[in-house]
């Protein structure tokens, strides 16, 4: 692999590759079930075929018995022995607790709800002898959605809860009732996100080696928060934390799904205890539609309501999340995030918002990019085009009118948040010079006349980032922290290891840390190193590297920490040089005297001194050269843009293909534009899949019909147009280096967007679109309904 | 359950092993010849990660048995440099950011690889159309398309100034 650069100035900005890709193009990269321990076993689970039914009786004998075959654990053999999987969010006042165990013990509430775990020699034989348990079940009646949970009668999935909802919460912000009863338009729906899956094209999995001599478990896993893991393992099977270390190999995604705690990997452990071997315990694909964490499905009734000239007055939403049969890793937050966001970036005076979230038998929600807020944008920034046009005001006009200008930042929204920066008005107007510099307008026109529906659609989003301060989590219900810690060192040879309690998923991360370490150090960039996903030996991130974290805040705390180490080696070379710190420069790895480049010494010198000749080394400081900086920020970084969709729709197939896409977009400093780019193209792609083709579709059994990648549909190269970007980097005005995060961002403004242009395109039918994904089938329908109803005339 | 002895040759060396008539070809390839690059993400056939060539034509090694492979000709990721310099077509994925966490890598390279060979000067549409069956969870396709088409300028560069 070519050298990449022996600048130390300007790499922050720079579109430098990745340091990461040469093992991941030549086959060396270390998935996690690449890992082979000497003497490692295999484990699969049995998972439940029904929705609701009780646990009468599990027979694992003939199991047992079988050839190669080393243990089964059933609910009954971990009752006493583990506590009930985490949730680590309760933010609802009256939250209730679901409180299931990592195997189900008496009762399955979901397709798929693990019953019984066997350990073998290979995948094979754990395969077949899951065949051989006979599950005694006795089938209840099955809450197979949101209206069957919320029903008068509804059979109840938890015996001892008055009914199926989780929780009540409402945040309310002057009178919205009397703003909207004296508006002079009003527009009110009721609209749905379908349930997705985040679906990392590598599975989730974990192998697990627990000492029983010494009670050690040394964990691999491939997750995004190995430190809230280890954490979360310790709580759940009563260990220490300096007995669990938690290590991430190559990860093939996350997405927010490997940020939650799965039960597969207690069972691992429990195998590996004992059957004192190491056990390797994988999803597989099919596993994993009812395994990992679903998201999104949620149902908001919303109201917004304006003036005449346009000004929005009030904004009234009641949020219902769909959750599974009991509360994932991160309970109802998502829910929460899509109730506290649903103002979006318009200043609304007068705010009623209220969140329910109810259980039904489908599987648990979880974390997915966007968490929450695609839900939240989808709602408002439909909402806002429908106000627009009923008032009979451009729509981003209407846009324009509502958002708070660059000088009432921080903006407090009147629901929890306050937005740190923006200029919202700035990035509009550079989306929609993008659009008509490409000729969208002429696009349409020319496609119309040819009797082809296209249209264009519009959706700008805000983006929590860099989250968050530790001290608000933990006051609004998070049962974790929100900092970032960072250790740097340099060594005897004067080269730099960066240590970032962050994880590398394929974000870049090791190659953007790496950049902002060597600028800041001085140092060029392959003289740094960035050491990430192991518990023993790398710093602790509160969270994880989820909620657009990683470039923000594992910048942030890293550039600190590289600060007070480079001022460190300054006092050092003062010393030798014979000259005051503050008149040092280090470039290149050398450090010299400003003005005088000729007086100087080498970060290699520095480093042999501090370590082995301490006779070059000041008396008054402490051999070896390493820092470390704890960073908790003040508050969010709220990072936003536009998109914009040129969309075509087939009236007779029901299909629709996005034939263009502009986002314009701002990150605070972006210190990688090519990653930056490489992120917005893959969030948007999971926007689109988002809004037109993703959904897992659930029978009135509780049944899962969508359970392989040919029902369960990701774009293809085929459905995804080239992406033209537009960067704006108004630096973050809290956070050291002014990063902002922007992993979630194309999940957030794709769905509104596209769901916008669709109606552009039907418009002459005055089909509105108020489900996504927008499926053939959903849209066909619509179509028709529309086009036997007379349409708009 | 007995087994059969399998042997085929990957990437230039001669691998021979026991494994039950069950096995699938990736697993194989990757458990028993210990060539881990080759990635399993669905196991039915649609995502395209685990792609290796047999004979010269891109397979799923997930839908073929191990057995079905005997004496069979295989090129895996791991064969696709000469184990110190990346190939052209690795080395445009290196310029253009073609891969994020490099799981569908294998997969994606190989498929465009066997792409190059039939077609040196691919279209966008046909680079599409091929990689239509390789599912990338990460990159939007965008870069990886890019990566694809560059790596045919640069055959084409090579071609002519032959
Ligand atoms: S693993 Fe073979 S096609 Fe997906
Ligand atoms: S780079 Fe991650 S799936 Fe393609």
Redesign the pocket.
């Known amino acids: 692999m070519a050298v990449q650069s022996d600048e130390s100035t300007n790499l922050v900005g720079a579109r430098v590759k990745r340091t990461e890709d040469g093992r991941l193009l030549t086959g060396r990269g270390q998935f996690v079930d690449d890992l082979v321990l000497p003497r490692m076993l295999e484990a699969a689970v049995l998972r439940s075929p029904h929705a609701h039914a009780r646990i009468v009786g599990v027979d694992a004998s003939a199991a047992l018995a079988m050839e190669g075959v080393f243990g089964v654990l059933t609910g009954a053999d971990i009752a006493d022995e583990v506590e009930p999987q985490p949730v680590i969010y309760h933010v609802l006042p009256d939250q209730r607790a679901t409180d299931t165990r990592a195997i189900a013990t008496d009762r399955v509430r979901w397709v798929g709800q693990i019953v019984a775990a066997v350990v073998a020699r290979d995948r094979y034989v754990a395969e077949d002898a899951l065949a051989a348990i006979v599950v005694d079940y006795e089938p209840l009646p099955v809450v197979a959605n949101l209206d069957a949970a919320l029903a008068a009668d509804a059979p109840r999935l938890y015996d001892d809860w008055p009914d199926n909802v989780v929780g009540n919460i409402e945040w309310s912000n002057g009178d919205a009732d009397a703003a909207i009863a004296g508006a002079d338009a009003v527009v009110a729906r009721r609209m749905s996100v379908g349930r997705l899956l985040g679906c990392?094209?590598?599975p989730r999995g974990c192998v697990a080696s627990w000492d029983p001599f010494t009670d050690d478990l040394d964990i691999w896993m491939s997750t995004q928060s190995p430190n809230l893991a280890r954490d979360l393992l310790g709580e759940t099977l009563r260990l220490p934390g300096h007995r669990i270390r938690v290590r991430v190999p190559d990860v093939?995604?996350g997405f927010g799904n490997k940020f939650d705690f799965y039960p597969e990997e207690i069972i691992a452990s429990l195998l590996s205890k004992r059957c004192g071997r190491p056990v390797k315990l994988l999803e597989d694909r099919a596993e994993s539609f009812v395994a990992t964490g679903q998201s999104r499905e949620v149902v908001i009734e919303a109201t917004m309501a304006a003036k005449a000239d346009g000004t929005i007055v009030a904004l009234k939403a009641e949020v219902r999340t769909v959750c599974g049969g009991a509360l994932g890793t991160v309970g109802v937050g998502p829910g929460w995030l899509s109730a506290t966001m649903m103002t979006g970036v318009y200043k609304i005076p007068n705010v009623d918002v209220r969140l329910s979230p109810v259980l039904t038998n489908r599987a648990p929600m979880g974390s997915f990019r966007g968490w929450g807020q695609p839900e939240a944008n989808f709602v408002n920034e439909r909402l806002i085009e429908l106000l627009a046009e009923e008032l009979g005001i451009e729509r981003n006009e209407m846009r324009r009118r509502n958002f708070p200008a660059p000088e009432e930042f921080p903006y407090e929204t009147g629901v929890v948040f306050t937005y740190d920066s923006g200029q919202y008005g700035q990035c509009l107007d550079l989306c929609q010079d993008s659009v008509r510099e490409s000729g969208w307008p002429q696009r349409l026109e020319a496609a119309r006349a040819e009797g082809r529906s296209v249209g264009i659609g519009y959706g700008f989003h805000v983006e929590a980032t860099a989250f968050g301060p530790s001290r608000i989590l933990n006051l609004v219900g998070l049962n974790h922290s929100g900092f970032d810690e960072a250790v740097v060192r340099i060594d005897s040879t004067g080269r730099v290891t960066a240590f970032t309690g962050q994880v590398a998923m394929?974000q870049g991360i090791e190659t953007a840390l790496a950049q902002l370490t060597a600028q800041t150090m001085g140092v060029a960039l392959q003289d740094v190193v960035v050491v990430s996903g192991d518990t023993a030996t790398c710093p602790y991130t509160g969270y994880g590297t989820g909620a657009s974290r990683g470039a923000a805040m594992g910048g942030a705390s890293l550039m600190r920490a590289t600060e007070l180490l480079r001022e460190k080696v300054k006092r050092i070379a003062a010393y030798q040089l014979e000259a005051a710190p503050e008149d040092l420069e280090i470039h290149n790895g050398r450090i010299s005297v400003r003005g005088t480049p000729s007086i100087g010494v080498t970060l290699a010198e520095i480093g042999n001194a501090a370590y082995r000749r301490l006779s070059d080394f000041p008396a008054d400081e402490d051999a070896t050269l390493e820092e470390r900086y704890v960073f908790d920020p003040e508050n969010l970084a709220w990072s936003y843009g536009c998109t914009a969709a040129l969309v075509e729709v087939d009236r007779r197939t029901g299909v629709t293909q996005v034939l263009d896409y502009v986002i314009a977009h701002d990150c605070g400093t972006v210190i990688n534009p090519m990653i930056v780019d490489g992120q917005i193209h893959?969030g948007a792609t999971q926007g689109i899949g988002e809004a037109l083709y993703e959904e897992l579709v659930y029978d009135d059994q509780g049944g899962l019909t969508t359970t392989s990648f040919a029902d369960y549909t990701l774009p293809s190269a085929c459905e995804v147009p080239r992406f033209t970007l537009h960067h704006m980097d108004t630096p973050a005005p809290h956070i050291p280096g002014g990063m902002k995060g922007m992993g979630e961002a194309g999940t957030i403004g794709g769905p509104a967007a596209i769901a916008n242009a669709v109606d552009q395109a039907l418009a002459d039918i005055g089909v509105e679109v108020r489900a996504i994904p927008i499926t053939p089938p959903r849209l066909l329908d619509m179509i028709e309904t529309a086009t036997r109803e007379g349409g708009r005339s | 359950m007995s087994k059969i002895d399998v042997q085929v040759t990957i990437n230039g060396e001669v691998y021979r092993e026991a494994c039950e008539p069950r096995r699938t070809l990736a697993d194989f390839i990757r458990k028993d010849c210990g060539l881990t690059g080759t990635h399993l993400?669905c196991e039915h056939g649609v995502c395209g990660?685990c792609t290796v060539r047999l004979d010269g034509q891109t397979v799923r090694s997930c839908l073929m048995l191990a057995v079905q492979a005997e004496g069979a000709s295989i090129t895996t990721i791991e064969g696709l440099s000469d184990g110190v310099e990346l190939s052209p077509l690795q080395q445009a994925f290196h310029d253009n950011h073609g891969?994020?966490?490099?799981?569908?890598?294998p997969g994606?390279l190989l498929t465009a690889q066997e792409l190059l060979e039939q077609n040196p000067d691919p279209t966008e549409d046909e680079v599409r159309d091929r990689l239509a069956g390789n599912?990338?969870?990460?990159?939007g396709y965008e870069f990886?398309v890019d990566s694809v088409l560059d790596a045919a300028g640069r055959q084409a560069a090579v071609a002519g100034d032959a």
């Open positions: 990392p094209l590598e093939g995604g394929g893959g | 993400g990660a891969l994020q966490c490099g799981f569908c890598t994606m599912l990338c969870r990460c990159t990886i």
